[in-house]
Nanobody, 117 residues
């Protein structure tokens, strides 16, 4: 079965950096469009960034453009999210997701990111 395991979350001061990783198994990773989402307390889960399987086309929500970078290493079956210039409003549980049948079908368990002011 498909497994997505996030890591790299933690507590950081505003202005700091973190790199999230998502190790994927049970799917042909190089063929999968991947994304990062986040959910803050009391809020709906929201899209953060995505990267396509072919060509590595990326997309970002406006609030993280210029600060976050999504990337993938197909040889390691791993998705990354480099987060720089972190702000308290970036505090959330971050999830990686893989598309199946045209929609985000597979989800990881999430990793907590907390940014202190």
């Amino acid at each position: 079965q498909v497994q997505l395991v996030e890591s790299g979350g933690g507590l950081v001061q505003a202005g700091g950096s973190l790199r999230l990783s998502c190790a994927a198994s049970g799917l042909t990773f190089m063929n999968a469009d991947m994304g990062w989402f986040r959910q803050a307390p009391g809020m709906e889960r929201e899209f953060v960034a995505s990267i396509s399987s072919i060509g590595g086309t990326t997309a970002y929500t406006d609030s993280v453009k210029g600060r976050f970078t999504i990337s993938r290493d197909n040889a390691k079956n791993t998705l990354y999210l480099q987060m720089d210039g972190l702000k308290p409003e970036d505090t959330a549980v971050y999830y990686c997701a893989a598309k199946g049948m045209g929609r985000y079908k597979y989800w990881g368990q999430g990793t907590q990111v907390t940014v202190s002011s």
